[in-house]
């Protein structure tokens, strides 16, 4: 913006944002990584009956979302103004998924009349989300970017749970990826923010924004690759006991390549290809959206079928024996599964994408040469002795705290070298203090 308190505040907001995304993402690399079998499918039960929980609330949103006249005709006064509630925008934060997930969770624990690990867990990262956003948004005022969403103040409250959480149950492998993931997701989003500050000066026009995603999306992995290559040394190896809830291994299978491609790909219908005319909007009587999943579920039985036959009748020869053998399969049929879909929702394809889908192609095709020939049975070898875990955490807090401050100051004193009070002209020239504030107010 060229105004020298936002662009400083700009970029510690960035590192913030950065390191919330980048630590859960090493939470949950880590867990499969050093817990054992038994404890990690516990995961499975309550995490879906979350998700059957964000389903639901996705109905009831979109009924909630036609007119108030309507609503009363149909459901009665008291279950409309129920299903207005649920899209009262508080923020613009996330308040009615984490208030589901906290009600499917207590519902399931009294179902099934107990508490385990797993479910206490989730209900203390929940409980963390409310507690930071109720105390550092509406108790105490602060908001990041008005009038952009306030849900990084229930997401810190929910790393910082899960940080009290790791290291009561000791851990701290765990936390510690955390917070290595974090501190480098912190400085990939500041980071990739300074560089395309840098490229900005060449003058060329380009997707930066695209760019800038990318570049930091390339840093986050560099993150989650150095937790696990640590952790790959100095941790105990896992057991993957086929007793432990044996169903898991398909039913994660069948949740990865089908609902998670189906939940992103399904995006492209009406955002892209209807709107761009790709398809026809409806073919033979029935609706595109139609077509698409009557096409999913025949891929999807195409999926279910054989690996069903492969645990229940007999062995499939394409199915790999080792669990680096699936690992890989299993890897590179989703990346390139997700790779077409994304390429298929900019057809026709334009010149101008190359930036974008052709850096994706690029990088695909690096990752199908890493996965297959980098990785070997016996080349994780754990550490021989006891590694002092709680020391290493502390030690890379500090360390890695101040090298962060560092880093900010340093990529704030440069953007100013280069720039000064002169806008970049990228986007919108945002200045979060002073009288010429463009900082709005919230409106519900």
Known sequence: SGHAPSVLYGFACLFVIGFLWGSLGGLGTA?????????????????????????????????????????????????????????????????????????????????RRRFDWATCFLLVLAAGWWIGFTLLTTALGMRMTPNRGDSWAGVLGMVAAAFIWLISCRMYAVAWSTLVAGLIGGLGFSGAAFIQLLELTSGYKTNWHSVLEQTYGFINGVGIGIAMVYLARRTPRVTDAQEERPWTDTFCVLFVLLGITWLNIRKNLPSMWLKEKTIPEEMYGLSATTWFTLAYLLLALAVVVPLLWHRRVRRIAIVPDSWLGKGQMLFLVFLWWIIVGNLSRYLPFNPLRMITEGTIHLNACLLTLLTLLLPTVAWGVPYGGVWDWPRTLKRTLMLGGAACALVILLEFAVTRVVW?????????????????????????
């Open 31 to 111: 867990l499969p990584a050093t817990l054992e079998r038994e404890r990690l499918t516990q995961l499975l039960a309550p995490s879906y009956a979350v998700f059957v929980a964000w389903i639901l609330q996705a109905i009831l949103m979109e009924i909630g979302e036609q007119d108030e006249a309507v609503l009363v005709r149909d459901y009665g006064q008291a279950a409309a103004h129920f299903l207005q509630t649920l899209n009262y925008n508080w923020y613009d934060t996330d308040w009615v998924a984490t208030l589901s997930a906290a009600g499917a969770l207590l519902l399931f624990a009294a179902i």
């Open 420 to 444: 000064g009070d002169k806008f970049s002209g990228h986007g919108m020239r945002h200045i979060r203090f002073g009288p010429d504030s463009t900082a709005g107010k919230y409106k519900p």
